[in-house]
């Protein structure tokens, strides 16, 4: 067979070849190249004859975009307790213990992890989300990281003992750019009319309710409550016109897709968990909301209202304490300001505090969503207090919706956002959520505008809304 791969990936191979055989442990090559300007929605589009069902979709605000596609290696746990970090983190620095690189490596490209955790592992699972584990991440077979400037292929391979030298070859090579298939660009879909179903409108509000007496008579201070529609189409949804209209629509949110077999969760976040960049650590504090205005002026005095408005500060103030308690646990010099400044999104204005710092030694990025996780921009306060009320008055099953996912590399950089302004689907159907924090001033109805308000981004993507 004559081969092109690059002299140093056969020389890694044979290394990892070698080191699998005397360990009789996997081993994983990453080969890393950097080739010319191509669209991540192209790259995914690639992806649907060969990797149907185990593409990730990654793009952050400020950051670099990765579409990963194939699943080279999964790791995934229905572990119920919060081990199920741990049980991720011990099971990738195993396996990364032995990484072989091969080609330039800049953050964002070589063996990532890709994935997710679901909501609340305790709460029993809905037919909806039966396929997803508690936490299930993939290392993608071949991944492309776009940076501002830059774009790179990243063709990864588990080397096992028993694995013979030219198919291992034969993989790199297959995956080379060159050897890549790419069809034309494709045109996006149009979407037709849908069906829409409210899931338990009449309970949530009464939760609301519900929730507002357990808070004055001050067994929690503030509780996250979501709800749930359901999209029902002629058609199947096109996931690759869903990601194109968020990219579009969306800009400054985390653009995120996890295909799982014949279902995709996808979303498009303003909130991020958590992020770790070598020691330093970013976190985000989201909560308290109002709409858009039409014109300047009016976008400006609602902006302000948010500002000054005690309940949404009330919201607000609540995730800030608990996020700079939780980062000063495992950071130093953990800053933060003291008042809240607007982020403002397509079709929402949220209160926006960000919290940094440097993790201390023996403090990984894991350890971090696990610690944060779910903060009370999602759950509540108290936090274990806060989950039992969600599970107790929330008439939907969150599965993944308003869990963590992201992705992490074999040195513990990564980020991590809040998987909110999401939705699930499959097929010709789709489920979007919804969540309100909850305090003791909350207007059932008022919250129900806001969930209206939160589902517009996925509503828009799915064409139900003009964009
Ligand atoms: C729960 C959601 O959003 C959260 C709730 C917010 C609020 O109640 O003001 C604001 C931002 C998010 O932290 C959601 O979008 O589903
Ligand atoms: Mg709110």
Request: net charge negative.
């Amino acid at each position: 067979m004559i081969t092109t791969i690059d002299h140093s990936v056969k020389e890694h191979i044979q290394k990892a070849l070698e080191v699998a055989r005397r360990s009789n442990e996997a081993v994983i090559v990453s080969h890393i190249s950097e080739v010319d300007a191509m669209d991540p929605l192209h790259f995914f589009n690639y992806g649907e004859n060969l990797f149907l069902g185990e593409r990730f979709y990654w793009s952050g605000p400020s950051t670099f975009t990765v579409v990963g596609l194939g699943n080279e290696l999964v790791i995934e746990t229905s572990d119920q307790t919060t081990n199920r970090f741990r049980l991720i983190e011990n099971e990738w620095k195993r396996l990364n213990k032995q990484v072989l690189h091969s080609g330039s490596v800049s953050v964002g490209t070589g063996p990532l992890l890709f994935g997710g955790f679901s909501f609340d592992p305790i709460k029993s699972k809905s037919q909806l989300w039966n396929d997803f584990s508690e936490a299930k991440f993939f290392l993608p077979t071949i991944m492309l990281t776009n940076t501002k400037e830059r774009s790179y292929l990243t063709v990864n391979k588990l080397i096992h003992p028993f694995d013979q030298l030219e198919d291992c070859i034969e993989h790199f090579t297959s995956y080379e750019i060159n050897n890549l298939n790419f069809s034309h660009i494709r045109d996006c879909e149009k979407f037709n009319e849908f069906k829409l179903t409210e899931l338990h409108k009449e309970e949530w509000l009464n939760a609301i309710v519900k929730a507002k007496e357990q808070i004055h008579a001050k067994q929690i201070d503030k509780v996250v409550l979501a709800r749930e529609v359901h999209l029902l189409f002629n058609e199947k949804v096109d996931t690759y016109s869903v990601i194109d209209s968020l990219q579009k629509n969306q800009p400054t949110s985390y653009i995120f897709a996890f295909e799982n077999g014949i279902q995709s969760f996808i979303g498009a976040t303003p909130e991020r968990l958590v992020k770790k960049e070598n020691h330093k650590v970013f976190s985000t504090c989201l909560a308290g909301s109002i709409k858009r205005g039409i014109s300047v002026e009016e976008d400006k005095l609602l902006g302000h209202q948010l500002l000054t408005d005690d309940k949404n500060l009330l919201e607000h103030d609540i995730v800030v304490k608990m996020i700079k308690k939780a980062l000063e646990d495992c950071c130093y010099d953990v800053v933060t300001p003291d008042k809240p400044k607007l982020m403002k999104t397509k079709n929402i204005q949220h209160l926006y505090t960000p919290v940094e710092g440097f993790a201390r030694e023996d403090h990984s990025l894991l350890s971090m969503v696990e610690r944060l996780h779910p903060t009370p921009a999602l759950g509540g306060y108290p936090k274990h207090a806060a989950i039992e009320k969600i599970r107790e008055l929330e008439p939907m099953h969150r599965g993944w919706y308003a869990g963590p996912i992201g992705w992490l590399d074999a040195y513990d950089n990564g980020e991590f956002g809040v998987a909110i302004r999401s939705g699930l689907i499959e097929g010709n159907k789709v489920a979007l959520f919804a969540g309100c924090g909850i305090v003791g001033e909350s207007v059932p109805e008022l919250e129900y505008v806001e969930t209206q308000i939160k589902l517009k981004p996925m509503m828009t993507a799915l064409g139900g809304i003009k964009a």
